[in-house]
């Protein structure tokens, strides 16, 4: 019982970001912005069978995809596949974009405000959090903003 309830503590607390499985060689990959005021951050994208139990994540692929970040003004609910509310189909205007080195990490210069961002998934905006603030929205206030940006394609 100790262990199922461990193994589901462990899933949730992976899944919202704050445990991550780095190959050895990416260990120590760190990324220093050269801009002063936006964002900055890091393309994952999960893969697999992430479901928790030890053999399940030996099959749960994490990985840093160079791709394009895209950056709107404010998007809503609205805005996003009724059917795949991941996907964006009504793009607000456009405000900046970046390609996220081969590492997965990229920058953005932005003037302040808030924004919603987006990572390219097979020709489609991705964005994984929607909520009645809008999608993915990062707000930038004379500042460097940390943005991580997930694709989550696994099982869970």
Same mark, same amino acid.
């Given at each position: 019982m100790v262990l199922i309830l461990? +193994?589901?503590?462990f899933a949730v607390l992976w899944r919202a970001g704050y445990i991550q499985f780095m190959e050895s060689a990416d260990l120590?990959?760190?990324? +220093?912005?050269t801009i002063d005021t936006g964002i900055f951050g890091r393309v994952t994208l999960l893969e697999g069978s992430c479901m928790g139990g030890f053999e399940s994540l030996k099959r749960c692929r994490v990985s840093h995809p160079s791709r394009r970040v895209t950056v709107r003004e404010v998007a809503t609910s609205r805005d996003m596949d009724r059917f795949e509310p991941t996907l964006l189909v009504n793009a607000p205007p456009l405000v900046a974009s970046a390609v996220a080195d081969e590492r997965g990490f990229f920058q953005v210069a932005l003037p302040s405000g808030t924004y919603s961002v987006f990572v390219d998934d097979m020709g489609r905006e991705y964005c994984n959090n929607v909520s009645e603030q809008g999608a993915c929205t990062v707000t930038v206030v004379r500042s460097l903003v940390l943005f991580d940006?997930?694709?989550?394609?696994?099982?869970?």
């Open positions: 461990l +193994t589901m503590i120590d990959a760190t990324f +220093t912005p940006r997930l694709i989550d394609h696994a099982v869970f």
